[in-house]
C-alpha cells in the first residue's frame, strides 16, 4: 500500500501535482482543504465554522479535520493507498494520522514536499484568486496569513517526517510535468 503525503505552502502546487499522482497510482485522494469546502457548500454546521476560519487564513481545529480523515480512511478500507493533500498541517495531525494508520496495520510510505519561495506563491494565489472564486484567494493580507500559518503552525511537520526519514524535498517551481516526474521518482524510491 503506497501512504503518501503531499506537502508544502499554500499554493505549493499539491492540488495540481495531487490529481496527476491519482491518475497515475489509482489512489484515494483526501484533500482536507476539499473536504472543508464541501461542508461550506452543504451549509453544514461543521462547514460554517470552518468558513469563519478559512476567510480569515487560519486554521481550522485540529480535532475537525482528524475526524474528517478517520471517517475517510474507514469508509475506504480496501483503496491501493492514500494520498493525503493539505494534511496533516500541525504536528498533532501527524501523530494522529501515525495512530490512525496504525491501527489499520499501515504506516506512511514518504512526504513529499514542494519547495517554493513566497513572493512565487503569493503570485499564484493572487492569480488563481481571478478565476477560483475561492474567498482565502483574494487579497495579499490573507494570502500572507495563511503563509504564516504555515511557517508557524505547518512546518514543523516536516521535521516530524523527517526524523522517520521519510522526509523528500522537491523543487515546486518549474513545469508542472518536470515537477511530476520528480515525484514519480521519490515513490519510485519507497
Ligand atoms: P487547501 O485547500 O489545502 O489550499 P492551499 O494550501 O491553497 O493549496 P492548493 O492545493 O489549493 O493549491 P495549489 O498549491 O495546488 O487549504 C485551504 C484552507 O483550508 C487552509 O488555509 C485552512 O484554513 C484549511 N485547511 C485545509 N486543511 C487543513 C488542515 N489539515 N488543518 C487545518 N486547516 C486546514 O495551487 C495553487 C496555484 O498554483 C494554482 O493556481 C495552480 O494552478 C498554480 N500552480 C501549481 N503548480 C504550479 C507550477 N509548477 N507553476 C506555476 N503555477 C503552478
Redesign the pocket.
Same mark, same amino acid.
Given at each position: 500500500m503506497l501512504n503518501l503525503i503531499l506537502f508544502?505552502?499554500?499554493?505549493?502546487?499539491?492540488?495540481?501535482?495531487s490529481e496527476k499522482i491519482i491518475a497515475k497510482y489509482n489512489l484515494i485522494h483526501l484533500?482536507?482543504?476539499?473536504l472543508?469546502?464541501s461542508e461550506i457548500q452543504a451549509g453544514s454546521e461543521l462547514g460554517l465554522k470552518a468558513k469563519t476560519?478559512?476567510d480569515q487564513?487560519?486554521?481550522?481545529p485540529?480535532e475537525v479535520?482528524i475526524g474528517m480523515i478517520d471517517h475517510k480512511l474507514s469508509a475506504h478500507r480496501d483503496a491501493a493507498g492514500f494520498i493525503f493533500? &493539505?494534511?496533516?498541517?500541525?504536528v498533532k495531525?501527524a501523530e494522529a494520522l501515525d495512530t490512525l494508520l496504525a491501527s489499520h496495520n499501515e504506516n506512511i510510505s514518504v512526504m513529499v514536499a514542494l519547495v517554493v519561495e513566497d513572493d512565487e506563491l503569493l503570485a499564484?494565489?493572487l492569480?488563481?484568486g481571478k478565476t477560483s472564486g475561492r474567498p482565502?484567494d483574494q487579497n495579499e493580507e490573507l494570502i500572507s496569513k495563511?503563509i504564516q500559518?504555515y511557517n508557524s503552525k505547518t512546518k514543523p511537520v516536516a521535521d516530524y517526517y523527517q526524523q522517520q526519514e521519510k522526509f523528500v524535498p522537491i523543487n515546486?517551481? &518549474?513545469?508542472?510535468e518536470t515537477?511530476f516526474e520528480e515525484i514519480n521518482k521519490a515513490i519510485a524510491a519507497v
Open positions: 508544502g505552502p499554500p499554493g505549493a502546487g499539491k492540488g495540481t501535482q484533500s482536507t482543504g476539499d472543508l469546502r476560519l478559512m487564513g487560519l486554521l481550522v485540529d479535520v493533500d &493539505g494534511f496533516p498541517r500541525t495531525q499564484r494565489l492569480n488563481r482565502d495563511r500559518e515546486g517551481i &518549474g513545469e508542472i515537477i
